[in-house]
């Protein structure tokens, strides 16, 4: 790798619109590393994308493991000895019921990804983060998690919320998450935004969204790449920001 050749970490990447963005930013020249609990798919998907020419690797990383986690930085570090780009994409959802019907254990498991992972994954990443001239981090949020759509009976997103309690919740909680890590990285140049990718039809929704991944994972490359006049601790859409 040259010095001036970025280097970008996608979490949850060996599909869906975690892939389309690895895909988009490695067609920019990015080094791109594919992160997957799973190595048979995680390889193939790098190895699918590299057959476009693409330089796209396959990291092991399950970021509901610390092991794993602290393992995939050690990797990063010795392998290319920073990151410029991180996308805390890697998501589930669960728990398809009335918020008083959801089992707490169920809400515990869909936050150990989509909070806990996030939150441990850029800890494990901040120090090589750290390193770059213009770090950017990425977390991939949802309109779900916006609590002004939620506590607005007339929203078309709340007849949604009412019945995904783990995963509206854990974006939310992600947002804020947003917002903090910011505020104590703005003054070091690394810009924090989540983004929402909008209604696209993948894994996670059983392939009903009205989106295409590739088409939701333009707002995840856009603030991947943005200039160091680009926004920080915001909740973007494609058309703009959302409502916290």
């Not at 001036?4 to 590393?33: D, F, H, M, W, Y």
């Not at 390889?43 to 092991?67: H, M």
């Not at 392939?207 to 939701?216: C, D, L, N, V």
Request: include cysteine; charge should be negative.
């Amino acid at each position: 790798m040259t010095t001036s050749q970025k280097t970008a970490l996608i979490t949850g990447a060996n599909k869906g619109i975690g892939k389309e963005t690895a895909r988009r930013l490695a067609a920019l020249g990015i080094t791109v590393l594919i992160g997957a609990r799973n190595a048979e798919r995680g390889e193939a998907a790098a190895e699918e994308l590299r057959a476009d020419g693409a330089d796209v690797r396959f990291v092991p990383l399950d970021v509901t493991d610390e092991t794993s986690v602290q393992a995939a930085a050690k990797h990063i570090d010795a392998t290319f000895g920073r990151l410029d780009i991180l996308v805390n994409n890697a998501a589930i959802a669960a728990g398809q019921q009335k918020p008083s019907e959801i089992p707490a254990a169920t809400v515990r498991q869909v936050y150990e990804t989509n909070v806990f992972g996030v939150i441990a994954v850029t800890h494990a990443m901040l120090p090589l983060l750290r390193r770059s001239a213009a770090a950017r981090i990425v977390n991939m949020s949802s309109e779900l998690g916006s609590l002004t759509h939620m506590a607005d009976p007339g929203s078309p997103w709340s007849s949604y919320t009412s019945l995904l309690l783990p995963y509206c919740t854990s974006k939310s909680a992600l947002n804020a998450i947003t917002v903090l890590y910011a505020n104590e990285l703005r003054a070091e140049g690394i810009l924090v935004n989540a983004v929402s990718p909008g209604y696209c039809a993948t894994d996670l929704n059983r392939h009903t969204g009205m989106r295409t991944a590739e088409e939701g994972a333009a707002i995840a490359v856009d603030l991947a790449t943005a200039g160091e006049d680009g926004p920080t601790g915001a909740l973007l859409a494609e058309d703009g920001p959302i409502p916290w």
